[in-house]
């Protein structure tokens, strides 16, 4: 297994924990009206003041909506990088061949050092990548 298969992951179910997060985290529209947790339907906990042109329910239901189209948007760009990320690995057609010493791609690995690992030959005989 590569470095990539390993880590890219981790960081998509990071990203939807984000966002489930986001969509589970109370807010207040236009500091004046508490409103609930988007994704628990983003009800008013409170009422604006009587002068005023904000209406608590429809307000801060357009914004749990709109936080929840963020969230979810984020989420399947997360999954979309990350799937096209791992599919795209670099693995070269000398490694997959079995022709470890021709693999033209790992010297990025030597000039950058740790930095160029993930960037470089991903053959699992190079710098201990299973």
């Known amino acids: 297994m590569t470095r990539q298969q390993k880590i890219v992951p981790i960081v998509v179910l990071a990203v939807i924990a984000l966002s489930l997060v986001w969509a589970l985290i109370p807010f207040k529209f236009a500091d004046i009206v508490d409103c609930g947790a988007p994704l628990l339907g983003a009800h008013p906990k409170n009422g604006a003041p009587g002068t005023s042109f904000i209406d608590p329910k429809v307000d801060c239901l357009s914004k ?35 022709n470890h010493d021709d693999c033209r791609e790992w010297w990025l690995a030597v000039a950058l050092g740790d930095a160029g690992n993930g960037l470089s030959c991903q053959c699992e005989c190079h710098f201990g990548v299973f």
């Open 64 to 98: 749990g909506k709109s936080r929840l189209s963020v969230s979810a948007v984020a989420a399947f760009l997360a999954v979309l990088a990350g799937t096209a990320i791992i599919s795209f690995k670099p693995v070269s057609s000398a490694c997959t061949a079995g």
